[in-house]
């Protein structure tokens, strides 16, 4: 599928797509969407906003969406992915941030990220996904190693709205689970804490 050519300085006098960018920030903050967050950060980045109102977006999608996480909590919600855009977007950004965390070396807020996803996905193949994730941190992976030597980049699909979550691995998640053996365990007793509050 050919994307057409977009004219950025066309866009960026067109007063249409402005006034859908200011209208979309409206709704955005009124609304506190962070699906709607993540599209007025996707036009943003089209007409090359300046870089403190782009950080400002992302600022208020990571902030949002963490407010949601400790609501899902602390009320035992999953996220429902598959149905719901705005639960969809509020993961995204939370793994996003997880996956930040993992890229820069903080690896222990990444662990407990990709656990509290594990923890409060619906999805059988995300939360395995992301125990993979929490393990292989776990097993001391650095981020690169992680990527360049477990992730299968030819098994993503572009056109499923749950691609930007890692999923396909270069091995069977559950092989790979089964070798992460020792981390699991350890990882099971972790979320012990957060299944506890759970039951209470």
Request: proline letters at 2%; charged letters at 30%; aromatic letters at 8%.
């Amino acid at each position: 599928m050919n994307m057409p050519e977009i004219h950025v300085e066309e866009l960026k006098k067109d007063p249409e797509f402005l006034a859908n960018i200011k209208r979309l920030e409206q709704e955005c903050i009124a609304e506190e969407s962070i699906a709607k967050g993540y599209q007025l950060l996707d036009a943003q980045l089209v007409i090359e906003a300046p870089e403190e109102e782009i950080n400002d977006i992302f600022t208020f999608i990571v902030n949002t969406a963490f407010d949601r996480l400790a609501e899902y909590l602390t009320s035992h919600k999953k996220f429902d992915v598959t149905h719901d855009i705005e639960e969809r977007a509020i993961a995204r950004a939370i793994y996003e941030h997880a996956i930040q965390r993992y890229s820069e070396n903080d690896t222990k807020s990444a662990k407990e990220m990709f656990l509290v996803l594990h923890h409060t996905f619906e999805l059988a193949e995300l939360k395995d996904a992301m125990m993979v994730h929490a393990c292989a941190v776990m097993a001391g992976k650095a981020f690169e190693e992680f990527i360049e030597t477990m992730v299968d980049v030819r098994g993503i699909d572009a056109q499923d709205p749950l691609a930007f979550f890692i999923q396909s691995f270069t091995q069977p998640t559950d092989i790979l689970l089964t070798m992460f053996a020792k981390q699991v365990a350890i990882a099971k007793e972790e979320l012990k804490v957060l299944e506890a509050s759970s039951d209470a």
